[in-house]
């Protein structure tokens, strides 16, 4: 299942600067898109989501921004913390349905 | 703040026996769902209850599983006969509204491993 995309299984950061998180989708039928963080051995902890309605969400130091023509959103943490160091997933779905479709993650270092 | 809540955090079974893994959702909560992620795989929806009956599940959710509300509280996900690859991370979630239009907050999760 390929719906949702991540193809960076890793990144990595200098503590202060932006950490940029993509994702990308194949199913249009997808008009929900949230972001979740996970740490080792807890279950993955919800951070922001976008309506296909919006362009751009933000809350505090977390922007998603979302393409819809291009099928293809992004998270952006600025200033990136140490404390951000995890493993984030896209995740989607539509208004119609329960399930979320999630993408394979991309764990994130942020250097101190 | 309120948290979705599971146990056991570990499971240990031997092939073929019966699991029952409990989970205690929001309290105000109404939609209920149980994922999996196997070792290295994505994090993969099995099913979501809503009013007491399922409301939509995936092609992994077979007959060999199947959901309960038994009181007000719990929500339990039952594996009947448990095979080698039903081991792995099995996490419940709620949320206050309907798919799209509310976000899911998961539990810890619980760690199964079918021997």
């Known amino acids: 299942d390929q719906q949702v995309k991540q193809n960076s299984p890793s990144l990595s950061v200098q503590e202060g600067r932006i950490s940029i998180l993509n994702c990308d989708y194949t199913?249009?039928?997808?008009?929900?898109f949230l972001w979740y963080k996970k740490y080792p051995a807890e279950g993955p902890t919800f951070l922001i989501s976008?309506?296909?309605?919006?362009d751009k969400n933000e809350d505090g130091r977390f922007t998603v921004f979302l393409n819809k023509s291009a099928k293809h959103l992004s998270l952006h943490i600025v200033p990136s913390q140490p404390g951000d160091s995890a493993v984030y997933f896209c995740?989607?779905?539509?208004?119609?349905?329960?399930?979320?479709?999630f993408g394979s993650g991309t764990r994130l270092q942020v250097q101190p | 703040e309120p948290e979705v809540t599971q146990t056991p955090s570990h499971q240990v079974t031997q092939m073929g026996q019966e699991v029952i893994l409990r989970c205690v959702p929001i309290?105000?909560?109404?939609?209920f769902y149980w994922y999996r992620q196997i070792l290295g795989q994505k994090v993969e929806f099995l099913v979501s209850f809503y009013n007491n009956e399922i409301s939509e599940k995936s092609e992994i959710f077979d007959d060999q599983f199947s959901v309960e509300r038994p009181d007000g509280s719990n929500f339990t996900l039952k594996i009947r006969s448990t095979k080698l690859e039903d081991s792995a991370m099995y996490f419940c979630?709620?949320?206050?509204?309907?798919?799209?239009?509310?976000?899911?907050?998961f539990g810890p999760g619980t760690r199964l491993t079918v021997l």
């Open positions: 976008i309506s296909s309605i919006k």
């Open positions: 979630a709620s949320s206050e509204k309907a798919g799209g239009l509310g976000e899911q907050f």
């Open positions: 309290s105000n909560h109404l939609y």
């Open positions: 199913n249009s039928m997808f008009d929900y």
């Open positions: 995740a989607a779905t539509n208004t119609g349905r329960r399930a979320l479709t």
